[in-house]
T-cell receptor, first 115, second 114 residues
Framework: KAGVTQTPRYLIKTRGQQVTLSCSPI?????VSWYQQTPGQGLQFLFE???????NKGNFPGRFSGRQFSNSRSEMNVSTLELGDSALYLC??????????????FGPGTRLTVL | QQQVKQSPQSLIVQKGGISIINCAYE??????FPWYQQFPGKGPALLIA?????SEKKEGRFTISFNKSAKQFSLHIMDSQPGDSATYFC?????????????FGKGTKLSVKP
C-alpha cells in the first residue's frame, strides 16, 4: 500500500508570496493532520481534517489555512509568507479522527524556504 | 500544561550499549504516548506507543517505561546499533473527542558509534 505522499518536496518562495502544499493520505485514511517542523520549535501541530471538516487547530496565525477534499486529499495554504515560515511541513494520515486510537503515518514532508 | 519535555537533546552511545531518552508531561488528561523515529530527509515513523494502564511495553530492542505518578515516560534502546542513529521524538495526546493531535517533545538526536 502506498504511503502518505506530499508534493512538492521542495519549494523556494519570497516574502509576501503565498504557497499551497498538497498531501495524499494512505488509501482509506480519512484523517489528515499537518505539522510544522523547525529546528527551534520542533514539531508543532497546525490543523487536522476529517471528512472534509477541520476538527482541530493549533496555535498558528490565520495566514495558515487548509482544506480537505472528498477523496481525503488535503491542501494547506500559507499566505503572505514570512521568513519564519521556512520549515519542513509534514502531513500525517490515520483511519480515524485525531491520534485517538490510531497510528498517524507521516509523509516525507515539503521543505519550504522563504527568501 | 500542554508541553512535553524531552531530554537529552543529543546522545552518543557506543554500539551494543543502551540508549535512554526521557520525557515528562504535565497534562494528566494525556492517555496515549507514542515514540517516533525520524531519519534525515524522512518523516517521523511510529516506533512504539504506550497507554497509561501499563507500566512497560517492549517491542524487540525498544522498551517504553511509563511512570504515571511521576508523569514521566522513557524509551530504552537495548543493544544500540549504528542504524539506530536518528532523531527520536516522544509525544502525547488525548484520545477521543476533538483534541487528538500529538504534542511532541523537542527531539533527541541519537548517534551510535561503531
Amino acid at each position: 500500500k502506498a504511503g502518505v505522499t506530499q508534493t512538492p518536496r521542495y519549494l523556494i518562495k519570497t516574502r509576501g508570496q503565498q504557497v499551497t502544499l498538497s498531501c495524499s493520505p494512505i488509501s482509506g485514511h480519512r484523517s489528515v493532520s499537518w505539522y510544522q517542523q523547525t529546528p527551534g520549535q520542533g514539531l508543532q501541530f497546525l490543523f487536522e481534517y476529517f471528512s472534509e471538516t477541520q476538527r482541530n487547530k493549533g496555535n498558528f496565525p490565520g495566514r495558515f489555512s487548509g482544506r480537505q477534499f472528498s477523496n481525503s486529499r488535503s491542501e494547506m495554504n500559507v499566505s503572505t509568507l514570512e521568513l519564519g515560515d521556512s520549515a519542513l511541513y509534514l502531513c500525517a494520515s490515520s483511519w480515524t479522527e485525531g491520534a485517538a486510537t490510531d497510528t498517524q503515518y507521516f509523509g516525507p514532508g515539503t521543505r519550504l524556504t522563504v527568501l | 500544561q500542554q508541553q512535553v519535555k524531552q531530554s537529552p537533546q543529543s546522545l552518543i552511545v557506543q554500539k551494543g550499549g543502551i540508549s535512554i531518552i526521557n520525557c515528562a508531561y504535565e497534562n494528566t488528561a494525556f492517555d496515549y504516548f507514542p515514540w517516533y523515529q525520524q531519519f534525515p530527509g524522512k518523516g517521523p515513523a511510529l516506533l512504539i506507543a504506550i497507554r497509561p494502564d501499563v507500566s512497560e511495553k517492549k517491542e524487540g530492542r525498544f522498551t517504553i517505561s511509563f511512570n504515571k505518578s511521576a508523569k514521566q515516560f522513557s524509551l530504552h534502546i537495548m543493544d544500540s546499533q549504528p542504524g539506530d542513529s536518528a532523531t527520536y521524538f516522544c509525544a502525547a495526546s488525548i484520545t477521543g473527542g476533538s483534541q487528538g493531535n500529538l504534542i511532541f517533545g523537542k527531539g533527541t538526536k541519537l548517534s551510535v558509534k561503531p
